[in-house]
T-cell receptor
Framework: DVKVTQSSRYLVKRTGEKVFLECVQDMDHENMFWYRQDPGLGLRLIYFSYDVKMKEKGDIPEGYSVSREKKERFSLILESASTNQTSMYLC??????????????FGPGTRLTVL | QKEVEQNSGPLSVPEGAIASLNCTYSDRGSQSFFWYRQYSGKSPELIMSIYSNGDKEDGRFTAQLNKASQYVSLLIRDSQPSDSATYLCAAFGAGGTSYGKLTFGQGTILTVHP
């Protein structure tokens, strides 16, 4: 079974803090993704990575950065948290795009509240 | 911006009925499509994937794909209260800036009442 884990289920931070969200997958997947999910807006892609040290902007990268130093780990960084970054953050992983089986598998999510 | 549209909900069906969830997509080059189920407060879990035109059945679930009409659907037979969840349709990007990414629809909330 694919397993994607995220460092925290719930997180409360203050405005201006630097926030790290960690994601680890155990299936040796090349691709990893960070989404945020908000009511009425659906799932929106923040950043993704095809390989170690590679990163690509998604649809809403502003205010975020990422780090992928090891294949199994993909970190999302909020440089200076703001209240509009209060959301559910979901990490996912998958095989490369060229694979026919490019299903994305999601972690349990981190519900971040910024006060 | 490639889009995936799902029929507006919420959808309410009685226990034992067939629930029909629909989805259209704008990227004509998309080849892979996915249905995820998401319970309240939980992350999406994959329930069906489909790559070829026609029907694909898995237990009580049937996914249907019509690439000419750019249409994907999910049928849930013998609906159970445990099927009550939000169902997300997703299309895999075929090329350009969409390549390698999933585009999700807004989701349809399904409620199965006893």
């Amino acid at each position: 079974d694919v397993k994607v884990t995220q460092s925290s289920r719930y997180l409360v931070k203050r405005t201006g803090e630097k926030v790290f969200l960690e994601c680890v997958q155990d299936m040796d997947h090349e691709n990893m993704f960070w989404y945020r999910q908000d009511p009425g807006l659906g799932l929106r892609l923040i950043y993704f990575s095809y390989d170690v040290k590679m990163k690509e902007k998604g649809d809403i990268p502003e205010g975020y950065s990422v780090s992928r130093e090891k294949k199994e780990r993909f970190s999302l960084i909020l440089e200076s948290a703001s209240t509009n970054q209060t959301s559910m953050y979901l990490c996912a992983s998958s095989l490369p795009p060229a694979s026919s089986f490019n299903t994305q598998y999601f972690g349990p999510g981190t519900r971040l509240t910024v006060l | 911006q490639k889009e995936v549209e799902q029929n507006s909900g919420p959808l309410s069906v009685p226990e034992g009925a067939i629930a029909s969830l629909n989805c259209t997509y704008s990227d004509r080059g998309s080849q892979s499509f996915f249905w995820y189920r998401q319970y309240s407060g939980k992350s999406p879990e994959l329930i069906m994937s489909i790559y070829s035109n026609g029907d694909k059945e898995d237990g009580r679930f049937t996914a249907q794909l019509n690439k000419a009409s750019q249409y994907v659907s999910l049928l849930i037979r013998d609906s159970q209260p445990s099927d009550s969840a939000t169902y997300l349709c997703a299309a895999f990007g075929a090329g350009g800036t969409s390549y390698g990414k999933l585009t999700f629809g807004q989701g349809t909330i399904l409620t199965v009442h006893p």
